[in-house]
């Protein structure tokens, strides 16, 4: 999935080019962020609209070093970045970073005027780890600590029970583009979410944002 759904900014259009399809697998997955709203029950949509999502990163512990994703070993240039971007940032004792961001979980599409289903709290949440991953990171970094989590734009939790119904509805919506060699597939970044599927194989599939 596109991550400008848990940005400030986005770009509104995608376009991909196969230069070199793998040998098995490596489809990328679509899905149309209108139906997946209109998928969702209005009491769930309700929650979403009026709270947003908070996602959460924290740098340097499993995640990458701030210093790298930043570009940068100047910790103000990293505070005007999140200044700038609307991200709340705490420099740790470790010497790690961590930085908060809530976003609206649903947007108006500025040409269509739909709505659409537009956020990652499904794949940001811990819950989105497989099991025995989960349990790994939960006893190394306590919640807090996690490199990625994902709650309510208010602080609060999210429901897994909600989370696991959003994913399901994904994946009744979804559907797969088959890569040829020289095959381009332009995409409307708000109307569709995209994804890339396992692999093997060399794969090469250029990506442009515009």
Not at 23 to 35: C, I
Not at 176 to 181: A, D, I, L, T, V
Not at 186 to 193: A, G, I
Request: net charge negative.
């Amino acid at each position: 999935h596109n991550e400008s759904s848990y940005a400030s900014q986005w770009a509104m259009r995608a376009g991909f080019l196969c230069m070199l399809p793998s040998a098995t697998g490596g489809a990328t997955p679509l899905a149309d962020s209108r139906e997946v709203y209109k998928k969702i029950p209005a009491e769930i949509r309700q929650r979403f609209e009026e709270k947003g999502v908070l996602y959460v990163r924290n740098y340097g512990d499993i995640d990458l070093p701030w210093t790298e994703v930043f570009q940068t070993e100047d910790k103000s240039v990293v505070e005007s970045y999140c200044q700038l971007n609307q991200l709340t940032y705490e420099w740790k004792a470790n010497g790690g970073l961590r930085t908060g961001q809530v976003n609206p979980a649903v947007a108006l599409h500025p040409v269509t005027g739909e709505k659409v289903w537009f956020n990652q709290a499904h794949l940001f949440h811990v819950s989105s780890l497989r099991p025995e991953v989960r349990e790994s990171l939960l006893s190394v970094c306590g919640e807090d600590d996690l490199p990625r989590n994902a709650y309510y734009g208010d602080g609060s939790p999210l429901e897994e029970d909600v989370l696991q119904f959003i994913r399901e509805v994904y994946e009744s919506e979804k559907f797969h583009f088959e890569w040829q060699k020289n095959d381009l597939l332009l995409v409307d970044n708000m109307l569709f979410t995209h994804g890339r599927q396992p692999f093997s194989g060399d794969r090469k599939v250029l990506v442009g944002m515009a």
